[in-house]
């Protein structure tokens, strides 16, 4: 069996954050957030507002506008680094409160790699026959686990969730895929609930998140730009034949320097991160769901998506949307 995206849905909190908000936090400003990472806004979720409500919004919202029945989803990956709580999972959460009798559950940590991740498993488990129906999920309230005396990680991160419905179908529309990892770049994005070491350094808990930001950027543009070309060799395709490119929204000078190296107009980009700020394994269905949205992308076009994270993670895969 072949695998077939064929929904997808987003949610957002209703509370919008503009970048004069960190202007009273830290030394910033809107011009240094908006040149730096090209981030104009972003969404936080209220206190009494969790990961888990906003997946299940993104599911209700797919369910409603696709007309979807879900009882009978067998499985469901849930993609985050901010869980209500370690266990349950978040997958288990919502395999019960939407009513998903049949469903496996389970988990993915591998940050904003994770949708990608969920993807390329989905993939993987409608090809070898055991799955018909998955949900892959990607949320986050990453404002819980901002440090808001960071000036230079706090003024990026956002809430959001995202979901799409994987399905086996007798012709496909995922096609080449790719996951992997670089574990020895750990130390440098990280979020720990304990004292602990990362590759020999040691770790401080405070439950937020904590990055050396100008490491993440080397190597994200280097390992994307390298993914892309991977993904392209796997589907036999060249970049003219990529109709839109929908990597991890985690800032636009990234994305511009990834797409400069494989020689993709950036016109050609979607990204969430200017509205949503960075939502982690969220901002690729958050993009995508734009992009629908605002009509670019059409029935034939080929996506690819690519995501990386701490882990460090990276995934992706070429999509022809259907
Ligand atoms: N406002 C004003 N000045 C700032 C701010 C700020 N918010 N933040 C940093 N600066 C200053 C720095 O202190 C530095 O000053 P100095 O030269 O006096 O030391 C100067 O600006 C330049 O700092 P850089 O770190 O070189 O800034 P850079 O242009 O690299 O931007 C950023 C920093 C936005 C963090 C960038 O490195 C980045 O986006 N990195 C990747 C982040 C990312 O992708 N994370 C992974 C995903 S997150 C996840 O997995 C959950």
């Known amino acids: 069996m072949e695998a077939k995206l064929t929904a997808i849905g987003i949610f957002a909190p209703e509370k919008v954050i503009d970048n004069h908000y960190f202007e009273k936090i830290v030394d910033t400003n809107d011009e240094w957030i908006r040149s730096r990472t090209g981030i104009i806004t972003r969404h936080y979720a209220g206190e009494d507002e969790f990961t888990s409500d906003l997946a299940q919004k993104a599911i209700e919202n797919m369910a409603a506008e696709y007309h979807l029945q879900l009882d009978d989803v067998d ?23 939407l009513n998903m009798p049949k469903a496996a559950a389970l988990d993915i940590s591998a940050a904003c790699g994770g949708f990608a991740y969920g993807l390329v498993l989905a993939k993987g488990l409608i090809n070898s026959g055991m799955y018909r129906k998955i949900l892959v999920v990607g949320a986050e309230t990453l ?14 991160f956002g809430d959001g969730a995202g979901v799409v419905l994987i399905e086996a179908a007798e012709k ?16 440098d994005l990280y979020l720990s609930t304990q004292n602990t070491w990362i590759n020999g350094e040691e770790i401080k808990a405070n439950n937020k998140i904590v990055q050396n930001g100008r490491k993440v950027f080397k190597w994200a543009v280097s390992q994307m730009a390298l993914q892309f070309n991977i993904l392209l060799e796997k589907e036999g395709l060249s970049v003219e034949d990529i109709d839109w490119f929908v990597p991890h929204s985690a800032n636009m000078r990234i994305i511009e320097a990834i797409c400069k190296q494989v020689g993709l107009p950036i016109e050609k980009t979607l990204e969430s991160l200017s509205t949503y700020g960075n939502t982690s394994s969220a901002s690729i269905p958050l993009a995508l769901y734009e992009g629908l949205r605002a009509g670019k992308v059409k029935k034939g076009d080929r996506v690819m998506m690519l995501g990386f994270g701490g882990g460090l993670t990276y995934a992706g895969a070429i999509v022809q949307w259907a």
């Open 75 to 97: 499985f469901i990956l849930v993609a985050t680094v901010t869980h209500d709580q370690i266990m349950p999972s978040m997958a288990c959460q919502l395999q019960y409160r």
């Open 143 to 156: 404002s819980k686990v901002t440090d808001f005396t960071d000036r230079t990680s706090c003024i990026l």
């Open 172 to 187: 496909g529309n995922i096609g080449a895929s790719v996951a992997g990892a670089d574990g020895s770049g750990g130390q």
